[in-house]
């Protein structure tokens, strides 16, 4: 089974400002994918973000980027010039790839709330 | 909007009593998971159909819980004999080979 960790509960970040989340993962398949999800107040979850596992290349959507070690099984996400709109709870997620129908399941982290300060 | 409808979004029971989600996935999606989320955690995997077929369970999800997607079409989730511990939000998610779209959830508290 795939565990996804998030080890920052809560981060705050001042308007404007850039803000890294932290996630690990363990696995032993090499064909995967990575992703951030967003869920505001609202509570709709919505993607920020994916990474294909065999892409040396980092993912970046305008002001999110990713830093994908796939050694480490690091995948953190960098929100640049925060908006008070980022204001949500932010989740790593983590999807096998693969030709077997139980593939695609998504396992998610805990979860890092994250505060935009005006 | 992801395309991705739940029905309905809120629900208030007493416990004991049987409850029951729909899911409508994206149409031409033929993989539909269902999460339970409870408030400040990540939703955790309780079950998954591949068109009609139900592949998998989680050991979350009691004899008391049942889904069923008949015609590989929506699916239907149902809570039997509700108990306190049951509230939380029921996400749906709609996944082709690799993204899932979710549905806004159907919250149900038991009380």
């Known amino acids: 089974a795939q565990t996804v960790t998030q080890s920052q509960p809560e981060m705050s970040v001042q308007e404007a400002e850039t803000v890294t989340l932290s996630c690990t993962y363990d696995t032993s398949e090499n064909n995967y994918y990575l992703f951030w999800y967003k869920q505001p107040p609202s509570r709709q979850m919505i993607l920020v973000i994916r990474?294909?596992?065999?892409?040396?290349q980092n993912a970046t959507e305008n002001r999110f980027s990713v830093n994908f070690q796939k050694a480490a099984k690091s995948f953190s996400l960098k929100i640049s010039d925060s908006q008070l709109g980022d204001t949500a709870m932010y989740f790593c997620?983590?999807?096998?790839?693969?030709?077997?129908?139980?593939?695609?399941?998504?396992?998610f982290g805990a979860g890092t709330t994250v505060t935009v300060r005006a | 909007d992801t395309g991705v409808s739940q029905d309905p979004r809120h629900k208030i029971t007493k416990r004991g009593q049987n409850v029951t989600f729909r899911c409508d996935p994206i149409s031409e999606h033929n993989r539909l998971y269902w999460y339970r989320q409870t408030l400040g955690q990540g939703p955790e995997f309780l079950t998954y159909?591949?068109?009609?077929?139900?592949?998998?369970k989680s050991r979350l999800l009691s004899d008391r819980f049942s889904a069923e997607r008949p015609k590989g079409s929506f699916s239907t989730l149902e809570i039997q004999r509700t108990e306190q511990g049951d509230s939380a939000m029921y996400l749906c998610a709609s996944i082709s080979k690799s993204e899932a779209f979710f549905g806004q959830g159907t919250r149900l508290t038991v009380v």
């Open positions: 159909f591949q068109n009609e077929a139900q592949l998998e």
């Open positions: 997620a983590f999807m096998k790839h693969g030709a077997s129908s139980n593939d695609y399941k998504l396992s």
């Open positions: 990474q294909e596992a065999y892409k040396q």
